[in-house]
Structures are given as C-alpha cells and as structure tokens.
C-alpha cells in the first residue's frame, strides 16, 4: 500500500516537534499550579526554604545556589544547567533525570500542566520579578484553618512581631502531653507526637525568647513551636 506524501510529512512532522515549553504555556495556569511547589521552594532571592531558592534559576547550575546548604551529591555532581529543556525534564520525573537526588517530588506527568509551570517561573524567577505574596497571617492568631493552611500552602511566615493569641509563653510536659501557653493566657494540649519543635534563624524567625506556636494540621490537633535557636528549647520546657 502506498501512502500518501501529505501523511508522512504530518506524521514526521509530530514525531519531530519539540516538547511543549515555557514559551507556548500559560503563566495564568502555571502560577495556580507553582501552589504546590510553594511548600517548598520560595521565588525571593535566597530565601530558602526546604528545597533552595528558584529566584534566578534560568541558566544555573544545578545544585549551584551558593545559600543553600542541603542539595544532594547527585544534584551537585550532575552538571547540569536549569534551562527550558532540562527543566521540563526534570519536573516530568525528577528521578529519573537525576537519579538518586533527594528530591521528594514525583513529576508532573502532563506536558501541557508543565509547560504552564514553566511560563509563569521562566518570568517569576527572573531576580526581582516574583509576585506579590498574599498579606501573611503570622498575626492572626488563628490556629484553625488559618494558620495551618498558611504554613500548608507553603508561605513562610514573619514571626518577629506576633498577637499573644501565637506568642509561647511557656511549655509544659506531662505525661505524653504538651500544654502550651501563649501570651493571652491560654493553655492548649498536644500530644507528644503532633507537636513539633523547630528553629528559625533567618530574618523571618521569631525574636529571642519569643517562640511562635504555628498551626501544622487540618484538623487543629497538630503545631509547630518556633524558636529563634536551638538553646532556647530546653528553657521554654519543663515537667509538671
């Protein structure tokens, strides 16, 4: 059977087209789908959070941000530079474009949902480029859906300035319970496994003597207590 000229050039022509990147997405689309990535990455320059910065990440080095310290050997020996090509790679399947990377992530399997990602970092992560965050709820107080969706949603709170409703006075251990008290004179339960004890040290992280209770659970039942150094853990805790 003979087939017809037309057919082979169209086929070729889309085995042969490039996969679908930051120039033919839709930022609008990307910058609703970066909400996942939020819980990790930040867009503000050397503002690292789990994973590093992205603030300047065209044309760098993989494992290249000089600020953050926990990139795996894999990254750092890949030699890899972030562009469109790799990038697009690299959100389709981490671990599979770097094999062995500490990288949590398990892909963006739909080109489309890719490029649209793409189009909205290849413009926010352009060094003072990244969009307004929204108005931080660090002094709400609210330790229910507010709270816990804002440290969900991935967006690092300012702590140096808090409501007594956050602000921890002290914390006592009891039993399997931690009942923390916050500056407003009131007392909350945890058990031992839904409360965790965290340090920040950057500019965001709370003053000294100061810790901050930020909600960490759907469901109200879990925090974090945020301390400005390791050393002040041992003072804010004692036995009932």
């Known amino acids: 059977m003979v087939v017809p000229r037309f057919v082979v050039v169209a086929l070729f022509g889309m085995l042969s087209s490039p996969p679908t990147w930051a120039a033919e997405g839709n930022p609008a689309n990307g910058q609703r789908l ?64 770097i094999p062995g990377n ?31 965050t929204a108005q931080r709820d660090s002094q709400t107080g609210d330790m229910g859906g507010g709270m816990a969706g804002m440290m969900g949603g991935g967006t ?39 409360l965790r004890l965290k340090t920040d040290s950057s500019s965001d992280g709370p003053t000294h003597g100061a810790p901050a209770l930020v909600g960490a659970g759907m469901m109200g039942d879990r925090a974090d207590v945020i301390f400005s150094a390791p050393e002040e853990i041992g003072s804010f805790i004692s036995n009932c």
């Open 156 to 194: 690092v709170p300012n702590l140096k300035t808090l409501v007594p409703e956050v602000r921890v006075q002290s914390i006592r251990y009891c039993g399997d319970t931690y009942k923390v008290t916050t500056a407003d004179g009131k007392t909350r339960d945890f058990w031992e496994r839904n």
């Open 102 to 132: 500490t990288m949590t992530f398990p892909g963006i399997k739909n080109a489309v949902q890719r490029a649209d990602l793409l189009a909205f970092l290849k413009n926010a992560t352009k060094l003072g480029h990244a969009p307004a």
């Open 34 to 97: 970066f909400g996942t990535c939020a819980a990790c990455h930040s867009l503000e320059s050397n503002r690292n959070m789990t994973g590093p910065s992205l603030a300047g990440l065209w044309n760098r080095k993989a494992g290249g941000l000089v600020s953050f310290p926990r990139y795996s050997p894999a990254l750092e020996l890949s030699g890899i530079t972030w562009n469109d090509r790799t990038l697009d790679e690299w959100l389709a399947d981490p671990q599979h474009f």
